[in-house]
């Protein structure tokens, strides 16, 4: 019997690839290529083997040998396309997507392509792209709602309200809709149709889209000042549950205010920001007699257990499993940790009632995490080598956020004049998310700031904590490392955007005594908060030569 052809290995990698047989499926393809024949459906099918089984950088030298090969049906285009997005590679994705909607324009595929150049921060590409399906076809609705997010996406709140009003006159129960309306009213100042807007988003969402619109809907309650209302939301909000996300703990869900027969096991937030401001309430809790074992963030779990040191502190681990996001503790049993039982668990969030509420928890008290003083010491040592002139920490990004959000940290330009004084060290505490960041900011912005000393652990909150703690003062935007340097008691200038859900409606952090805010009036428009920035980094010499 002579071997199979090019032709016949393609059907049989296609055929084992639909029934999920992805390392025979992934042999086929690749013998098919070898064979030449229709190389491109081959490599087409061995892109996306290697994704399913986990090989992202052979899935994506698959997929651009597939695109380079030259022209190709639309679907095929779409799969490489969509391949390309689920792994970063955004170029790729816009070269497959835009010969797929040149081939066959559609909605779909203009919202596709849209989403490739927005994760590009090419928003004039995008904005044309979006433009010619509305041109072609009005009456969809998801090119006006894939509008609508790029407009927020730039910061331009109050003009995207008109084209999510449109998508939702054309599709009324469009929760995404709804969702990013209430966003866009918000920033824009509506507060009432922005609540009216998030509560409609949460009815309208389905048991599938509840868990994240439920929890953004508590955040809008909170950022508005409706406190008792946004915490109770909050409380029960799913964090680490729901339909994608599942927490696996062998024993029963805690009800606040019921007994517990053994330790209590706190699981974390899934943002690490998030999880270092709501441990503001582990030290009231044990101090009302709750034994509390703590699944966190590895990134700071040491921070955690220095800071806590009644507690018990373990990793919370994460892993995918299909569609769905397991969540578990790292403990020694299955209900045991450390020879203790594990008598109930529940959501950080959830154990806010236990103690009386956020109120309680958030009245007085000074810093309540503690780096470890002989690690503040060395950094204190290591940054007075630098010479003359005070040391600041810098963050500039939101590490944990959409990157095309572009609204929602300054410029860096306007940063660095903000910035811009010669008595002033200005060091990066957050890693880099793009190789040589901080060269091209030296570079391009003529901006002065050092590398952080090499052995700084960027990604260890302990190491953050200390450092920030030995330094003059740190600037940043509401992000992990900031919220660690200012609840150890650094000195801590933020910029924040408007409606920051943590502000609880006012003006200030009331998690952090002494912390100072800056914030912006509208999406993006950081002029004023920088100014404000300069005039306090020219008092700030005055005031650290003032301290005893």
């Known amino acids: 019997m002579s071997a199979p052809g090019g032709a016949d290995l393609i059907d049989e990698a296609r055929a084992h690839l639909d029934a999920g047989r992805y390392d025979l499926a992934a042999g086929a393809a690749s013998r098919a290529v070898a064979q030449g024949g229709d190389a491109q459906r081959a490599l087409v099918i061995l892109a996306l083997c290697m994704e399913a089984l986990g090989a992202g950088a052979a899935a994506l030298d698959a997929c651009r040998q597939a695109i380079d090969a030259g022209p190709t049906s639309a679907d095929v285009a779409g799969e490489l396309g969509r391949l390309a997005l689920r792994q970063g590679r955004l170029d790729l994705a816009e070269r497959a997507l835009a010969e797929q909607f040149r081939a066959a324009p559609s909605a779909s595929a203009a919202i596709e392509l849209a989403r490739a150049q927005r994760g590009q921060l090419a928003f004039d590409r995008a904005q044309a792209t979006l433009t010619a399906a509305l041109e072609a076809d009005p009456l969809q609705p998801g090119p006006w709602l894939a509008l609508a997010q790029l407009l927020c996406a730039q910061g331009r ?29 918000l920033l824009g100042g509506d507060v009432r149709g922005a609540l009216e807007a998030s509560a409609a988003a949460l009815a309208a969402a389905g048991p599938e889209g509840a868990p994240s619109w439920s929890a953004a809907h508590a955040r809008r309650l909170l950022a508005t000042g409706r406190l008792e209302a946004g915490w109770a939301a909050f409380a029960i909000a799913p964090a680490g549950e729901g339909h994608r996300n599942q927490v696996r703990v062998a024993a029963p869900r805690w009800s606040p205010g019921a ?26 809790l044990s101090e009302a007699g709750v034994a509390l074992t703590l699944a966190l963030d590895p990134s700071w ?15 919370r681990l994460t892993r995918a499993e299909g569609d769905a996001v397991l969540q578990a503790a790292d403990l020694d049993g299955p209900c045991s940790h450390d020879g203790q039982v594990i008598g109930a668990w529940a959501p950080m969030r959830a154990a806010l009632s236990a103690v009386g509420g956020a109120g309680a928890v958030l009245a ?26 005070l040391k600041i920490g810098l963050v500039w990004r939101l590490a944990g956020g959409e990157p095309e959000w572009v609204w929602a940290a300054p410029p860096l330009p306007m940063l660095a004049r903000a910035l811009a004084r010669p008595d002033l060290r200005i060091i990066g505490l957050q890693p880099e998310a793009v190789l040589g960041e901080l060269g091209w900011m030296r570079q391009a912005l003529d901006f002065p700031i050092l590398d952080p000393p090499p052995e700084y652990h960027a990604a260890d909150l302990a190491d953050a904590a200390a450092l920030a703690l030995a330094l003059d003062a740190v600037v940043g ?27 609880l409606g006012g003006e200030t952090f009331p998690w952090f005594e002494g912390a100072h805010v800056l914030r912006t009036g509208a999406p993006g428009d950081w002029s004023g908060a920088l100014e404000a920035l300069a005039l306090a980094m020219d008092a700030l010499p005055a005031q ?5």
């Open 477 to 503: 935007v509401p992000d992990a490392v900031s919220y660690a340097a200012a609840a150890s008691g650094a000195a801590t200038w933020f910029l924040t955007p408007p409606r920051h859900w943590a502000l």
């Open 259 to 284: 007994p517990v027969d053994g330790r209590l096991l706190l699981f974390g937030e899934p943002d690490v920001d998030d999880e270092v401001l709501l441990s503001r309430l582990v030290r009231p």
């Open 544 to 548: 650290v030569e003032g301290k005893p």
């Open 364 to 389: 007085g008290g000074g810093p309540y995490l503690s780096p470890d003083p002989d690690r503040v010491a060395y950094w204190r040592e290591r940054l007075a080598a630098l010479g003359a002139g």
């Open 301 to 315: 779990t040491d921070l955690a257990q220095r800071s806590f040191p009644d507690c018990q502190v373990v990793r």
């Open 157 to 185: 709140h109050a003009e995207a309200v008109v084209f999510f009003e449109e998508t939702l006159r054309l599709d009324p129960a469009q929760a995404a809709a709804l969702d990013g309306l209430a966003d866009a009213r």
